[in-house]
Structures are given as structure tokens and as C-alpha cells.
């Protein structure tokens, strides 16, 4: 054994906290000081950490845990609730930044046909920008005493379901980028994962919660639900051939609506919080060269920042409009969806470790979490702030 792994694991985990401490300080997410952590680190500055096969591994652990906790913090009552005017929203909240996602990496890297590997690359940048997360939005509308609202319910909802077709959107381009694959074949073998997700998924459901039932609150409950996490990440990416996180994420939609759901998310958090997670997003650091900046890169960054944002605004604002909220609500709805992170920095990593893009993307990446968190609390409380002053004046 080399036992290097265990220096580097610890100088990982301390610089991580540290960083992701700092972070939330100057109300910045966690998880970007844990990136700038594995940057300082890494490679490019400080070099006390290099990039190793088992650290990868660990941080494809962290991928996987990171998805299952996002499963397991569906809540599929509300998808139903809300019905198809979030489902609406959340699929403009798609197809806008994919489209534009794609077409901003051609006028950089030229018009690819379809089926190149140059076309793959562009639709995958697409990809990264359709991730929505609205932590922050949440909390923001939660200060403000806005969160109950039918604004504020359409957003949460709204972007759960934007998660659960991006995974999907995910799963296709990654398989269609496969030599050995055909259209066909691919859409047929995602749909049969679905299908058998579906059956299978109530079944095992069923047996989840009569043994929740029977030990509740008891540890074997999350002991259980980590294997299957993990037998559905492995059973989606070897036998149907579309991504291990999607398998993951299924697995957690399927325990997300028995009664220890919460303590099984509690669970997997400790491991996250305490290892995979700091190793996870300190390895995206290490894997972003910053000796790779060039003018190119830095106008690629900002191009990709503001499709970014704007695709969310006009998708998500726009389908609001045409499901009849009024144009302060719906420009509302559009900024509240334009908050990026975990699930973005996921799909990077996915596209990164199949070939589909380059590490010195991350760094757009990363550039659009900071810019979305920051702005995204100030524009939304301007926003509301105009409201009580129209409100007002009409009542004067």
C-alpha cells in the first residue's frame, strides 16, 4: 500500500473545511471554498496534492452518494401538487440553456455535424448549463417571508423536476456519444431502465418500508438503502449502459417517500460531510489547470456565465408568462431558477470522466456558481422590494 494516499487524504480534508468554512462566511457556497481548496492544493498552485487513481475513485463515491441525498430529498407529493405548470416551467428551464449552452461552444469551436465528437462536446456544455439549484433562492425567499407563495412553491417544484430531466438529458447524450451505440438502441435501453425503475423500484419500496415499519429508526434501515444506491449505480451503467448517478438518483427517489427517508439522508450526510463530499469537489480542483487561461478560455468563461444566466431567465420567464403569472412573478420565477451548483459541478465530472470534455472547462463551471449565488439573492429581494413599492403606492 502507498501510504501517501493517507497524507494526501488528510491535507484534502483539512484545506476543504477550512476553505468551505470561508466560504460560507462571506456567504459564498460551501462547496466553491472546497473547490478553490483542491485548486490551492493541487497541480497548479501549492502541489501537495496530485490527482491519483483512488482519489478519483473516492470522488466517483462522492458523485454517487451526492445523487442518492438528492433523491432521497425529492418530495414527490409535491411534484404532484403542482402539476403541470412547474412540469412546464422546469422543461423551458431545459431545452433554453441546452440550446444555448450548444450553440455558445460552436461560435467558439466551430459548427459541428451531428454525431462528431465536436457536436457531443458542444451539446454536453448544453447539458451542464440546464442544472438548476435553488438552496440559496430558497433561502433567500425564505428570509423574506415569500417561500409558501405560489411563487416561491412553483420555483422548489419547478426545479426538481428541472433536475429530474436533466439526469435524464444526461443519460441520453452520454449514451449517444458511445461509438458502438445507434439512436435507437439508446433511447430503447433508457426507456427500459425507466420501466424496470418503475416496477422494480415498487417493489422494493414496498420491502423498504415494511422493514421501516418493523426497525424504525434503526441503522440497517440506511445500511440498506447505501447498498441499494450502489446496486442501481451499478446495474444502470454495466447492463443498460447510461450513468451510474442516474441509477443512484433513482435510488433515492425510491426511498424518498417512506417514513425514515430523513434519517436515511441524515446518514449518507455524515459520509458525505466527513469525506466523500470535501473529496469530491477538492478533486475538481485538482483537476482545473489554471495554466490552461488564455484569452480564448476567459471570453469562453463570461459567454458562458451569461448564457447561463439568460437562457434560465427567458426559458423559465417566459413559460411562466405563458402560464399566466404576471411579468413581475414570472421574471421572478426566472431569476429563482438561475442558481447553479452541486448538480452542475455532477454532470461536469460525468462528462469529464467519459472524454466529452476538457478539465479546463471546470473553471466556467465553478465561475458560474460563484456568479448565480451571488446575484441570484439580490436581484430576487430588488425584485420583491418593487413590488411593496408598487403595492404601496397603489394603496396610498
Not at 477538492?282 to 471570453?299: E, F, W, Y
Not at 421572478?332 to 454532470?347: D, H, Y
Request: with cysteine; charged share 15%.
Amino acid at each position: 500500500m502507498d501510504y501517501t494516499i493517507l497524507r494526501d487524504l488528510a491535507i484534502i480534508i483539512i484545506f476543504a473545511k477550512f476553505f468551505g468554512l470561508l466560504a460560507r462566511r462571506v456567504k459564498a457556497p460551501q462547496v466553491v471554498g472546497e473547490i478553490v481548496a483542491g485548486l490551492l492544493i493541487g497541480p497548479s498552485i501549492l502541489n501537495f496534492v496530485n490527482q491519483t487513481e483512488f482519489i478519483s475513485q473516492l470522488a466517483e463515491i462522492g458523485v454517487i452518494l451526492l445523487m442518492f441525498s438528492a433523491g432521497l430529498e425529492t418530495n414527490l407529493n409535491d411534484l404532484l401538487k403542482t402539476g403541470f405548470k412547474a412540469f412546464l416551467i422546469a422543461v423551458a428551464g431545459v431545452t433554453v440553456p441546452l440550446i444555448g449552452g450548444t450553440i455558445l461552444y460552436m461560435c467558439f469551436h466551430g459548427f459541428s455535424a451531428v454525431g462528431t465528437e465536436e457536436f457531443y462536446s458542444a451539446l454536453f456544455i448544453g447539458v451542464i448549463l440546464t442544472a438548476t439549484s435553488v438552496s440559496i433562492t430558497v433561502q433567500t425567499l425564505r428570509e423574506m417571508g415569500k417561500l409558501k407563495g405560489e411563487v416561491g412553491t412553483t420555483i422548489m417544484s419547478a426545479a426538481i423536476i428541472d433536475d429530474v430531466i436533466g439526469i435524464i438529458v444526461l443519460t441520453f447524450v452520454i449514451g449517444f456519444k458511445n461509438p458502438d451505440s445507434n439512436p435507437g438502441k439508446v433511447i430503447l435501453s433508457t426507456l427500459l431502465f425507466f420501466a424496470c425503475a418503475v416496477i422494480i423500484g415498487w417493489i422494493i419500496y414496498k420491502i423498504f418500508k415494511m422493514a421501516d415499519m418493523k426497525y424504525p429508526h434503526t441503522r440497517r434501515i440506511p445500511i440498506m438503502g447505501l447498498a441499494l444506491c450502489f446496486c442501481l449505480a451499478y446495474v444502470a451503467e454495466t447492463y443498460f449502459g447510461i450513468a451510474d448517478i442516474t441509477g443512484a438518483y433513482v435510488a433515492g427517489v425510491v426511498l424518498c417517500s417512506i417514513n425514515d427517508s430523513g434519517y436515511i439522508a441524515e446518514k449518507m450526510d455524515t459520509n458525505s460531510y466527513m469525506l466523500f463530499g470535501p473529496v469530491f469537489f477538492a478533486s475538481i480542483g485538482l483537476k482545473t489547470n489554471i495554466t490552461q487561461i488564455d484569452g480564448n478560455l476567459i471570453l469562453f468563461c463570461i459567454g458562458f456565465v451569461l448564457v447561463g444566466l439568460i437562457c434560465k431567465i427567458i426559458g423559465c420567464g417566459l413559460m411562466g408568462r405563458l402560464c399566466r403569472f404576471s411579468w413581475p412573478d414570472s421574471l421572478k420565477i426566472g431569476v429563482g431558477m438561475m442558481t447553479r451548483g452541486e448538480v452542475a459541478l455532477i454532470v461536469s465530472q460525468k462528462g469529464l470522466s467519459v472524454g466529452m470534455i476538457d478539465s479546463k472547462y471546470f473553471t466556467a463551471v465553478i465561475l458560474l456558481i460563484i456568479v448565480s449565488s451571488i446575484s441570484t439573492p439580490i436581484i430576487l429581494k430588488a425584485l420583491y422590494a418593487s413590488d411593496d413599492r408598487r403595492l404601496a403606492k397603489a394603496n396610498a
